[in-house]
């Protein structure tokens, strides 16, 4: 377990870690010279728990003078245990309230109170100290407190006893492991090593996790509370060793996950606490762990927010940074000079439009009520369908937890059961409404089906909903062509045998015909012989590829199948390239690629075409 040190300069934080663990925290020649800190020192205690085995507490020490304060923000992620230190010389000091109010916003769950440098003053000086505590800051009248004196060792034992009896292992080390880094550093014989705290998971020797750029990496070694392990765990400072990256490939503030970090953003919604004055639009310098950009913070609910006023707001980041839902933030004023707010996430990625509508709003308050992560994703997924990594990264879940939400899904989609029953009725209707206007038609294809009815969904979802459509014969598909059940387009008595006539024609070629070709070659009527055609291309059986030249809608798929193929190899193709596949001449190629354009299977980018929608032509 890791507690963190707060207070203001020069308060004793360093000494009375010194004299807790026999550390000097101030591991810099420039914080050793003007006595204080300027970085994070950390400090380690070895004790034996109520089990007889070995154990480690660790101590960040922040440093305590404001411009240092963004230091202080880094120390504090991944701790939930603060102690609050007071020089009994001193008192309360302008730094002691402002970190009194940053581990307030930051939601630490335990605050001791610690007054140091007891020895420097008479014992009724300390007692009236702690009372004007109590009555100015109320979070602090249960607080338990210690009074100490690293120079006499008075209260030392006793903090020290407390300390082991509170130390609790971390309830997030079932979650996939998370660790911010803030420092990078190479050792001469063991390589690049980073150190931080695990903000959740377990790591172990030889494990491979991914860096914020993607690269995977691989544990050689861990130092877990400053002491060689097998192992690591949230709530633990740690030290990695890593294999198969340079130290100029990691900054402070990247990341090492198990989940791949694949969701970068830089819209989010947010539950913020104001600790000053909010109007509307404000820029922002926002921190997350190791992590610090500029932002600008939007009110959603309100025109303006007092101090101490509570609401959501929308942050978009300036870089964009791997949050994920549930996580802290410190929101500060665009000189980096006053705290504004505290901040927790409530959803990634969030809408760009429509934010401030009521559905919206009450929408965003019932994800912030959530408490769980089945309760979470029944609000998230009941109007959308989302990635199954996306809503595993969002809530920080593992592969287990992932399948107990019990979930519908389609490859990689997620969804509830009543929003997939909901689009299916939207596609119902869309091709009720298109049978409606065009009672000539056969059907359309199941891209034109996904642009009518659902362009607004995943397209792998929305193929995945038509084809369950399909499967359940809501839907019927005759020779690709997708329609209702109910709906028929037949040649009537005198057509159909002429059609018998006519196919074999097509089938015996792989050239385009012509209305009059075929006209001709059975002696019939060139207009009788045209309405009988198109008839034939509304039941799916021909296309047109220019008014009055046909194929077979069969020759049509194969072709498209040999151009997907080309390009899968090629990246592109052109009129000259199809023209030598085909071995058609070069009038009826153009008007054969010009005829894949105009349907939306390929689109033209100078003298190539591209292939622009995968699934058009296919059974």
């Known amino acids: 377990m890791i507690f963190v040190t707060a207070g203001h300069v020069d308060h004793g934080k360093t000494a009375l870690l010194e004299a807790l663990t026999g550390t000097n925290t101030a591991h810099l020649p420039e914080e050793k010279k003007r006595g204080l800190t300027i970085d994070l020192g950390y400090a380690y205690m070895p004790y034996t728990d109520a089990n007889g085995q070995a154990a480690v507490l660790g101590f960040i020490d922040v440093p305590g003078h404001q411009k240092f304060l963004s230091n202080m923000l880094a120390g504090l992620g991944g701790v939930d245990h603060a102690l609050l230190v007071v020089s009994a010389e001193e008192g309360v000091k302008p730094q002691t309230v402002e970190h009194l109010t940053l581990l307030g916003l930051l939601h630490f769950r335990q605050i001791t109170l610690i007054i140091t440098k007891a020895d420097r003053v008479e014992p009724a000086k300390i007692e009236t100290?702690?009372?004007?505590?109590?009555?100015?800051?109320?979070?602090?009248?249960?607080?338990?407190?210690?009074?100490?004196?690293?120079?006499?060792?008075?209260?030392?034992?006793?903090?020290?006893?407390?300390?082991?009896?509170?130390?609790?292992?971390?309830?997030?080390?079932?979650?996939?492991?998370r660790y911010?880094?803030?420092?990078?550093?190479?050792?001469?014989?063991?390589?690049?090593?980073?150190?931080?705290?695990?903000?959740?998971?377990?790591?172990?020797?030889?494990?491979?996790?991914?860096?914020?750029?993607?690269?995977?990496?691989?544990?050689?070694?861990?130092?877990?509370?400053?002491?060689?392990?097998?192992?690591?765990?949230?709530?633990?400072?740690?030290?990695?060793?890593?294999?198969?990256?340079?130290?100029?490939?990691?900054?402070?503030?990247?990341?090492?996950?198990?989940?791949?970090?694949?969701?970068?953003?830089?819209?989010?919604?947010?539950?913020?606490?104001?600790?000053?004055?909010?109007?509307?639009?404000?820029?922002?310098?926002?921190?997350?762990?190791?992590?610090?950009?500029?932002?600008?913070?939007?009110?959603?609910?309100?025109?303006?927010?007092?101090?101490?006023?509570?609401?959501?707001?929308?942050?978009i980041l300036d870089t964009p940074l791997h949050i994920a839902v549930g996580d802290k933030l410190i929101l500060?004023?665009?000189?980096?000079?006053?705290?504004?707010?505290?901040?927790?996430?409530?959803?990634?990625?969030?809408?760009?439009?429509?934010?401030?509508?009521?559905?919206?709003?009450?929408?965003?308050?019932?994800?912030?009520?959530?408490?769980?992560?089945?309760?979470?994703?029944?609000?998230?997924?009941?109007?959308?369908?989302?990635?199954?990594?996306?809503?595993?990264?969002?809530?920080?879940l593992s592969e287990a937890e992932l399948a107990a939400l019990d979930l519908g899904?389609?490859?990689?989609?997620?969804?509830?059961?009543?929003?997939?029953?909901?689009?299916?009725?939207?596609?119902?209707?869309?091709?009720?409404?298109?049978?409606?206007?065009?009672?000539?038609?056969?059907?359309?294809?199941?891209a034109r089906l996904y642009r009518m009815a659902l362009l607004a969904q995943p397209e792998a979802l929305a193929n995945f909903l038509i084809d369950t459509l399909i499967e359940e014969k809501q839907l019927l598909?005759?020779?690709?062509?997708?329609?209702?059940?109910?709906?028929?387009?037949?040649f009537?008595?005198?057509?159909?045998?002429?059609?018998?006539?006519?196919?074999?024609?097509?089938?015996?070629?792989?050239?385009?015909?012509?209305?009059?070709?075929?006209?001709?070659?059975?002696?019939?009527?060139?207009?009788?012989?045209?309405?009988?055609?198109?008839?034939?291309?509304?039941?799916?059986?021909?296309?047109?590829?220019?008014?009055d030249r046909f194929l077979l809608s069969e020759q049509i798929a194969a072709f498209a199948d040999l151009i997907r193929a080309f390009i899968a190899e090629h990246g592109e193709i052109s009129v000259n390239q199809l023209r030598d596949e085909i071995q058609y001449g070069r009038k009826l190629t153009v008007q054969l690629i010009e005829y894949f354009d105009r349907t939306g299977f390929l689109r033209r980018k100078g003298n190539v075409h591209l292939l622009r929608d995968q699934e058009t032509f296919k059974a």
């Open 332 to 396: 500060r004023s665009g000189d980096d000079q006053q705290t504004l707010a505290g901040a927790v996430v409530v959803e990634i990625d969030s809408p760009k439009r429509h934010k401030r509508t009521e559905a919206r709003l009450a929408e965003v308050a019932q994800l912030a009520a959530a408490q769980t992560p089945s309760a979470y994703a029944a609000v998230y997924l009941a109007q959308k369908a989302v990635e199954a990594a996306k809503l595993q990264w969002m809530l920080q």
């Open 477 to 490: 598909q005759t020779r690709g062509w997708i329609h209702l059940p109910d709906h028929r387009i037949e």
């Open 180 to 315: 911010a880094i803030d420092r990078v550093f190479s050792v001469k014989g063991a390589g690049v090593v980073v150190t931080g705290t695990a903000v959740s998971g377990t790591v172990h020797v030889g494990d491979s996790l991914y860096l914020s750029h993607g690269e995977k990496v691989r544990i050689k070694a861990i130092h877990a509370q400053n002491q060689p392990s097998e192992q690591g765990v949230a709530g633990e400072r740690l030290a990695l060793n890593l294999a198969n990256v340079e130290k100029a490939e990691m900054t402070r503030g990247d990341w090492l996950t198990a989940l791949a970090p694949d969701f970068a953003t830089d819209r989010i919604t947010v539950r913020f606490q104001a600790q000053a004055p909010l109007k509307e639009s404000n820029a922002v310098h926002l921190y997350h762990f190791a992590s610090h950009t500029t932002a600008k913070f939007n009110l959603l609910s309100d025109k303006q927010a007092v101090k101490f006023a509570q609401g959501f707001a929308e942050i």
């Open 129 to 177: 100290l702690i009372s004007q505590i109590h009555q100015k800051f109320p979070q602090l009248t249960d607080a338990p407190y210690f009074v100490t004196s690293a120079y006499t060792g008075q209260g030392i034992a006793e903090l020290r006893d407390y300390l082991i009896t509170h130390a609790a292992a971390s309830q997030l080390t079932e979650k996939p492991f």
């Open 492 to 547: 009537d008595a005198k057509e159909l045998p002429i059609w018998q006539q006519i196919q074999p024609l097509f089938a015996a070629t792989t050239q385009a015909l012509w209305v009059r070709e075929v006209a001709q070659a059975l002696s019939l009527d060139e207009t009788f012989t045209r309405n009988l055609l198109y008839k034939a291309g509304k039941l799916g059986y021909l296309i047109p590829i220019v008014k």
């Open 409 to 446: 899904s389609s490859q990689k989609w997620l969804y509830q059961a009543g929003f997939k029953q909901q689009l299916q009725a939207q596609v119902l209707e869309k091709m009720a409404a298109y049978h409606a206007e065009h009672q000539d038609q056969l059907g359309v294809t199941k």
